[in-house]
């Protein structure tokens, strides 16, 4: 990330000086003259007014010196003296309330953009886009419908213009990230005054984007990207609870700046997040103006901690103040605190914070407002101090500070009451303990108190970046939410480092608007004229220059002297040159000074500057803590010892950076990311000092315009070119819209050309505006020597068309597609269809041919049994004729000796005989291993066969011409007669004989078609066929 972080950094350097070198060769330009308007009755003007500041009014009548009679709306009227500065209305005021986009006013002029902002918060809008950047009026309630996931989901919809919205921008950074056009990265800036809705607008802006960039496959849930999300936004409740605090501004105040970073993948899915924080204002801990309060977590714990958990932490206890924490602030909003506490306790959870490691940090949290409760006293001012034993809360907050803290009581009261001085003569060393004076004694407790909150915040902070930081990502949207400009009664450096880190934004704001902007016109040779703009470098200069407030104040500390504070202030104002330092009025009687910064003038007390900048750590404290018998409180102050025990290595040759030298650096860093990233702006605007709801205080608004630069950004914006893009990357991107029916889109020209590729980006620029409106294509577009100016709205409508022909392209391929599909899908089936009835055609042609043999053979024996048996019965009847002849005769001979006749015939009994051993045989089958029937085993593969396709299904019924016979005397039918090859059951072995030769007449025939069933019937003979069909199916259409 480093590298091409740096070479960013230096290209856009180089850019900048050689725009700087233009520019000082450019003969200045001069402003142009202002035109007086003409006034005449009738005319609409825009009216100065005490409380409004401006108002449309007409002009009833113009006197000869000058002077106006105005009407005003609500039909008062008045008399104006007007040297020509009292703008025309153009158009109608309506048409200035209805804008959301202050650049359309025309003409553009404060009291016309005050007066759109006026309208649309009264009608509930409060969001309004001025060029490229948005402004945010703080409506201090909550506008219905504004931030719903249904308002997410529409402003994801990339078609129709939005109404401005924060999520329009958050939707306008992501689109940019996505496109890559430019630098990949985006930063947010979201800047103005303390309650303007910087934090409030944030979170939007990280719900939005955590929201639209969520990976979501499906097939977890929740998904790993709902897990990161919920993560991310879990990290606002901690650190608003740790870092953010009640003051007289705002309620909600952040006491410390947060740059988020975002992280996305290749696909802009979000990944991680990783939060870098700036100079947490960690007095506020052990003191608090009046009407403020602690920071928020102190008040959570007291009121929302379990009876237990109270007992535990010493809190809650009957008639026991907290010195920390002032009571009526605990009691003003328990209720709220109560509820966040549930919270902050839930997002601490979700981030990975262990119930145990919860408790650690608690234990830390009511340690530190125990330790606060440990007073001193002494005979005299300047006398050693002892413990305050008549306060009466001593004795049990020393009790809970030191079980809570894992401190040895007598050490920590001997570590506050006593200092440690080391002399170091002629290389000797000794060490010796000074008594403090109560004062003393009361600043080194109040150092630890400091010191262990600072620590517990950094550790908070690293192990949310832990829990949530990628290790690796592709892009990232950066969220930038600082402290707001702040000027109290009394400032000190607090106020001096927030109000710096705001002239470095307002720096970075010009630099990138209003001077590089007008600066890469002039370099492109694109014809511009030049709007001048308020350069806020001499006040920086004041601040952080050669011979300036820091550099006095880190030589103070480097030379370790006591200075008197009124004399710190005197070598200051004398010191710095320049009209942005100066002397407040005598009645200022404490020593101070006064810096002119962008947004407002500010009174900066010199008490105790050199001490906080310094931000001396007694060794002993950091020692004494680093032995605490608490592991989670030694761990909080190891890298503070750490960088002790370097110090001592090096004999104190080694400075510890000040608080200004570290914040400078910090922020310098910060800087540097913000140049290498695609800026894009959220002014929020305050609209009353009581933070209230409803109320639009128009002078405070009106400051904060002029403060910011807002009017000039409007100019720049309205007539400016938002969008720059190299030639190379226009016509790589929007080569799609060159495309008609009529001619071919044009080959890519290289990379390097640029004549070529202007002359391609021309005329695709052409294509789209030029056909409506020429004149349009002329004005609106801007081509410089490397690249293409696009005016506001231009790049959204190109990108709009590219996303339209990128999807009517993407239709046409998917239809295609669908149509070559289909069609090779319906010729498989055809092909399919064709095989499998041949296939089952010549399946069934086959087992009809081996039926029909098998009843060919069946009728042959069949026919041949019956002749057979025919002939035997004649034969029989014949011999049985001529035996009734002899028995004729013998029984006439006999007539006279009568004997006993069988029931039955012998016909009978052989009827009988044969139909048993038919049944017998039916009944008890002869396995087909000892010569199953030659023709009955093929019938039943047959049979099984035919089953197999056409089941259920019967033999057809082959007439052999012999019909069942019935018994003459018990009417029983008869089986057919049995097949003399039956005989060989019974040993025959002349049927035998008879049998096999009878079998060899069809033996070719039959074991072919048993062989030809047996093939058939075998299911891999089925598979193969059906893998054959397969295959002709994948392999595609089969022409027959
Ligand atoms: N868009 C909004 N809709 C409703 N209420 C809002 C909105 N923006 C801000 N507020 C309200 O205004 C209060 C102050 O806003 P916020 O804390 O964001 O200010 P800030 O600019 O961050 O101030 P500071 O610099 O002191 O941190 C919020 O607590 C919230 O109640
Ligand atoms: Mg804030």
Request: charged fraction near 25%.
């Amino acid at each position: 990330m480093a590298a091409p972080l740096r070479s960013a950094t230096a290209k856009l350097g180089n850019l900048l000086q050689d725009a700087k070198k233009e520019w000082r060769k450019k003969p200045k330009k001069a402003t142009p003259k202002k035109h007086k308007p003409h006034y005449s009755k009738g005319l609409d003007v825009w009216v100065h007014d005490t409380s409004e500041v401006w108002l449309p009014a007409t002009v009833t009548s113009v006197g000869k010196d000058g002077s106006l009679c105005v009407r005003f709306e609500d039909g008062k009227e008045s008399t104006v003296q007007s040297k020509g500065d009292y703008p025309p209305v153009s158009g109608s005021t309506q048409r200035c309330e209805q804008t959301d986009d202050l650049t359309t006013l025309s003409p553009l002029c404060e009291a016309a953009v005050l007066h759109c902002l006026r309208s649309r918060f009264r009608s509930g809008s409060c969001s309004t886009s001025a060029g490229a950047t948005l402004i945010a009026v703080n409506p201090f309630k909550e506008l219905e419908g504004c931030y719903g996931e249904d308002v997410v989901q529409r402003y994801t919809e990339g078609s129709k213009t939005k109404p401005p919205h924060v999520y329009g921008m958050a939707e306008r950074a992501y689109s940019q990230m996505e496109q890559g056009l430019g630098p990949v990265n985006q930063s947010i800036i979201v800047s103005g005054e303390s309650g303007a809705g910087k934090t409030w607008t944030a979170r939007c802006l990280m719900t939005y984007l955590a929201t639209v960039a969520v990976y979501n496959p499906g097939c977890f849930e929740p998904s790993p990207g709902d897990c990161i999300k919920s993560r991310i936004l879990d990290s606002n409740p901690i650190l608003e609870a740790f870092g953010n605090a009640g003051t007289a501004r705002n309620y909600n105040s952040s006491r410390f700046g947060k740059y988020i970073q975002l992280q996305f993948d290749r696909g802009q899915h979000i990944i991680g997040a990783s939060i870098q924080t700036y100079l947490l204002e960690k007095t506020r801990v052990v003191h608090q103006s009046t009407g403020e309060r602690n920071f928020h977590i102190f008040y959570q714990l007291y009121q929302g901690a379990s009876t237990e958990e109270k007992a535990c932490l010493g809190l809650g206890l009957p008639n026991h103040h907290i010195k920390y924490l002032p009571m009526q602030a605990v009691t003003d909003k328990a209720l709220d605190d109560c509820q966040a506490f549930k919270m902050t306790r839930e997002a601490m959870s979700n981030v990975g914070l262990s119930q145990d490691k919860q408790m650690d940090v608690f234990q830390v949290l009511s340690g530190l407002l125990h330790l606060g409760n440990i007073s001193f006293t002494s005979d005299g001012e300047l006398e050693p101090c002892d413990i305050d034993e008549d306060n009466k809360d001593y004795q049990l907050s020393r009790d809970f500070a030191t079980t809570l803290l894992g401190l040895d009581g007598e050490q920590l009261e001997k570590s506050l009451m006593f200092r440690k001085i080391t002399a170091t003569h002629s290389k000797r060393k000794s060490v010796f303990m000074r008594p403090c004076t109560v004062e003393e004694a009361g600043t080194r407790r109040d150092c630890m108190a400091k010191l262990l909150y600072a620590r517990l915040f950094d550790w908070l902070v690293a192990f949310i970046n832990k829990s949530t930081c990628a290790g690796q990502w592709h892009s990232f949207i950066g969220l930038l939410d600082i402290y707001g400009f702040e000027s109290f009664q009394s400032n000190s450096l607090e106020q001096l480092c927030i109000n710096y880190a705001n002239e470095k934004l307002q720096q970075h704001f010009v630099a990138h608007f209003l001077r590089a902007e007008q600066e890469e016109y002039s370099i492109e040779g694109i014809p511009w004229q030049f709007f001048s703009f308020a350069d806020n470098q001499p006040c920086l200069d004041v601040i952080e220059g050669k011979c300036s407030i820091f550099s006095f104040l880190n030589e103070e500390c480097r030379l370790n002297r006591q200075t008197d504070a009124s004399a710190f202030s005197t070598r200051l104002l004398d010191g710095i040159n320049g009209k942005h330092i100066y002397k407040p009025p005598v009645a200022v009687r404490s020593p101070a000074f006064i810096v002119k910064h962008y947004a407002d003038d500010v009174t900066y007390s010199a008490h105790g500057l050199i001490e906080k900048n310094k931000d001396h750590i007694p060794v002993e404290l950091i020692e004494l803590a680093a032995g605490s018998t608490n592991p989670f409180v030694s761990k909080l102050v190891q890298m503070d010892l750490v960088e002790h025990e370097i110090q001592a290595a090096k004999n104190g040759k080694v400075q510890a950076k000040t608080v200004v030298s570290k914040f400078k650096t910090s922020l310098d860093s910060l800087m540097t990311i913000l140049t290498s990233t695609a800026p894009h702006y959220i002014r929020c605007i305050k609209p009353n000092l009581a933070c209230q709801p409803d109320i639009f205080d128009s002078s405070h608004v009106v400051s904060q315009l002029r403060a910011c630069g807002v009017l000039e950004t409007i100019a720049i914006s309205a007539k400016g070119f938002p969008a720059r893009i190299p030639y190379a990357e226009f016509s790589q991107r929007y080569r799609a819209l060159y495309h008609t029916k009529r001619e071919p889109t044009p080959s890519l020209p290289a990379t390097n050309d640029d004549k070529t590729a202007k002359a391609f980006c021309l005329s695709v620029v052409e294509r789209i505006f030029g056909d409506e409106d020429k004149e349009n294509a002329k004005v609106g577009a801007q081509f410089g020597k490397t690249k293409v100016f696009l005016r506001s709205g231009q790049l959204e409508e190109m990108e709009g068309l590219r996303a339209q022909a990128l999807t009517q392209a993407a239709s046409c391929i998917q239809r295609s597609w669908r149509r070559h599909q289909r069609q090779q899908k319906v010729r498989r089936l055809e092909a399919a269809t064709l095989i499998q009835a041949a296939y089952r055609g010549w399946k069934v042609r086959q087992c009809l041919e081996i039926m029909n043999d098998a009843a060919r053979v069946i009728q042959q024996a069949m026919l041949e049994y019956s002749i057979r048996k025919q002939q035997e019965r004649e034969q029989q009847r014949l011999e049985q004729e001529s035996t009734e002849q002899v028995l004729l005769e013998k029984s006439l001979a006999e007539d006279d000796n009568p004997g006993s006749v069988d029931s039955c015939s012998s016909e009978d009994e052989e009827f009988h005989e044969c139909r048993d051993r038919l049944s017998a045989l039916m009944e008890h089958p002869i396995p087909a291993s000892h010569g199953s029937h030659p023709i009955t085993q093929p019938l039943r593969s047959l049979s099984g066969g035919l089953m197999d396709l056409h089941a259920p299904q019967t033999l057809p019924l082959y007439n052999t011409g012999i019909l069942p016979r019935r018994c003459s005397k018990c009417g029983s039918v008869a089986k057919p007669p049995p097949d003399p090859r039956m005989d060989d059951l019974d040993g025959d072995e002349d049927d035998d004989d008879k049998t096999r030769q009878e079998e060899d007449t069809g033996t070719t025939e039959r074991s072919l078609g048993r062989t030809l069933v047996s093939i058939f019937k075998k299911p891999a003979v089925d598979f193969a066929l059906a893998a054959v069909v397969t295959a002709l199916l994948l392999k595609g259409p089969v022409h027959f």
